[in-house]
């Protein structure tokens, strides 16, 4: 157990992400108070029989009332609302994060309400699964995972390094990045491959010729990888579409571009772009193996634990 | 063990699924002989080196000869090819069968070299990982798994059992299916999600605003899920999509113009239209754990074995 790194936090919101910072809290010691909030009181009544904090708030101002450090993980599309909520509450001195997978847009719709005097340093950690939920949390989530800081203009270093030593005690390793640029790169490594996901499933959903029991039957030929990452939060993903529009507009027209050449090679049968592109490819995969960012057994190591 | 079904087994081709197959056989003593057969030395020494057979040859014919069952699993362009070269070694009565992905192409391309008494049925086992060649096969790789056969017209039915009870034994569940449909079957559970996951990771390599380390660096947000699809064979694939044009392009243009459509409503912020998606495609992923085609375990396990 490290010690205290904070006398309180309070957590916005307790699904996937932040019952997993609740869970990792307290199983490393990092705060003797630690205040949730959530607007649901059916999921703030699982939170408390989960025993993931010291207090339980409907309101998220009460919960960010004498907290050093208040961590906001709701969807993005309310961060405004919560940071118009809390403005009041938050003690001079205090650390304001989140940890929104999209970051312009978050800063855009809380940095007006920040008052003076507390440091606001968004986040967001590179984290998660396909289920949502308090139940779904678990402490070692960030564990070996990036977790990507946009600090503003005119950020404190201490409490910047005070947060960034926080995500390093759960595990994560810490990165700056401006916030513009965090949202075109997780456009692409995240919020298209979410979309072409959501998109492929609902096409093989609407099929006339082939049957959704067929579909699922033989779903292990590839179709199922796609359908973990389409089995995410709704309201999650409605607000990333709506919230990182630009980046994904034009990762999707690179996207639709690549694809109607990729389509044309098929139909012309030009056999050797389609040998180049699908052997260029087989490079990246062996890069992420490389840089240790998935495993090197066939099949995610599905087969071995007879996962199918 | 059970008893012997085969005097002879020939295996042409030896790659993932040719040698999944022979160390089955191996595994469960289904033949007295296994033939292999590869035009590649290098690999044929290399299955000898795995002891997955009792004789090794580089011509198809040869290994053909005698045997009661041939299998082919060769890339879906050679099978004309292969069903060229072995038409004269092969015994009346034998039963001549593959593994290709596509089916109507096979029957195209092998059928018109069957000669009278040889029981030609085409068959495919929904089975697979993103690795190939002979070392990567493993006996259990078609353990509760599907294997689609497509009889011709006029097929005899003992044969058409005996080779079921083949793949049962293997651990395979058997479907029959008309080859056209299967074709479209497959194009949209297993073509789509690979010319999907290859355009994807294409269009990431290829980006300037976004480096490719970082694109590597953050893939565990979504994006390795397609790397893994991107990483299989590329010469495998190049046939699938010259051999199963016709349903692939028809898969592809409602893919797109469904794609369309969520494009226009991420650019016109429709929260509603996202939202309704996003929701129902979460069903499909229900269905396919409770059908026991996937894990339930979140991210594949992948965390649960620390595989990243």
Tied chains: 1, 2.
């Excluded at 205290?4 to 309070?10: L, R, V």
């Excluded at 096409?203 to 779903?219: G, H, M, P, Q």
């Excluded at 919230?243 to 994904?248: G, L, P, Q, R, V």
Aim: proline share 4%; charged share 25%.
């Amino acid at each position: 157990m490290t010690d205290m790194q904070f006398e309180k936090i309070a957590l916005i919101g307790i699904g996937l992400i932040g019952s997993s910072i609740a869970r990792a809290i307290r199983e490393k010691g990092l705060a003797r108070e630690v205040a949730i909030s959530t607007r649901s009181s059916e999921t703030l009544k699982r939170a408390e029989e989960l025993g993931l904090g010291t207090s339980y708030h409907t309101s998220a101002a009460e919960a960010a009332e004498e907290a050093d450090l208040v961590i906001v993980s709701v969807p993005v599309g309310a961060s405004g609302a919560v940071a118009a909520e809390i403005a009041v509450a938050l003690k001079p001195g205090a650390i304001l994060t989140d940890v929104g997978s999209t970051k312009a847009s978050v800063i855009q719709q809380m940095l007006p309400h920040v008052p003076d005097g507390v440091h606001f340093i968004p986040g967001h950690p590179i984290a998660g699964t396909e289920h949502s939920g308090p139940d779904a949390g678990f402490a070692d989530l960030f564990q070996g995972r990036w977790c990507i800081l946009t600090p503003v203009a005119g950020t404190a270093l201490e409490p910047l390094a005070r947060l960034r030593l926080f995500w390093e005690t759960l595990g994560s390793k810490v990165d700056e990045m401006e916030p513009e640029h965090h949202d075109k790169v997780l456009a692409i490594v995240s919020h298209l491959p979410h979309i072409i996901a959501y998109n492929i499933v609902g096409t093989a959903a609407d099929l006339e010729t082939v049957t959704e029991s067929e579909v699922i039957k033989y779903s292990a030929s590839g179709f199922r990888d796609f359908t973990r990452l389409a089995a995410s939060d709704p309201v999650m993903w409605r607000d990333v579409c709506l919230h990182n529009k630009d980046a994904i507009l034009e990762m999707l027209a690179r996207f639709s571009e690549d694809l109607a050449y990729l389509q044309r090679a098929i139909r012309w049968g030009e056999a050797d772009k389609l040998f180049d592109l699908f052997t260029r490819t087989r490079a990246v995969r062996r890069s992420i193996i490389e840089a240790g960012q998935d495993t090197a057994a066939p099949d995610f190591g599905r087969h071995i634990k007879g996962g199918n």
